[in-house]
């Protein structure tokens, strides 16, 4: 047990820690950003949503979908299929011993792709800004998980 513990008190797992949080935090700022898209559109998808904008036929109006929420939904989507894996892949990353420097350049990539990537989605910037924001990314994760089965692997 003493060797998990250094292992949880190493700078790679620090640094683990840190960047994991900017990507949730970030993450979470989408449900945000969506609600306020949601609000200033008035574009809602439940009907007791419309609630503040009148009853029966006047409510239904604002049960609708909108270009702009549609467009920040989907990047929040991307996040969720993306920032997950990391956060999987990327703790055992961190548990199997890499290199600080290797570890820092894994995470800071990572970090600063998605955090690219959902303001190539929510300018628009012309692609292919979006999509290779998304490869460095998935690139990152990719390279990782190859550093973790090639260390441990008991297949």
Not at 42 to 55: I, V
Not at 82 to 94: C, D, E, K, R, T
Not at 95 to 111: E, M
């Amino acid at each position: 047990m003493a060797e998990l513990a250094q292992l949880i008190d190493s700078e790679v797992f620090l640094a683990y820690a840190t960047y994991t949080t900017i990507v949730l935090l970030k993450m979470m700022l989408m449900s945000v950003t969506t609600a306020f898209f949601r609000m200033t559109r008035k574009a809602f998808s439940n009907p007791e949503d419309t609630a503040a904008f009148g009853k029966g036929e006047n409510a239904k109006k604002y049960l609708r979908t909108d270009p702009d929420v549609e467009r920040v939904r989907r990047g929040h989507l991307n996040d969720l299929e993306n920032i997950v894996p990391f956060i999987g892949i990327g703790l055992l990353y961190a548990l199997s011993g890499p290199a600080l420097s290797t570890a820092l350049l894994h995470f800071r990539i990572f970090v600063g792709a998605r955090i690219f990537h959902t303001i190539a989605y929510l300018t628009p910037l012309p692609q292919p800004s979006r999509g290779l924001s998304w490869a460095a990314g998935y690139a990152v994760t990719i390279s990782m998980a190859y550093r973790v089965l090639t260390t441990g692997l008991y297949l």
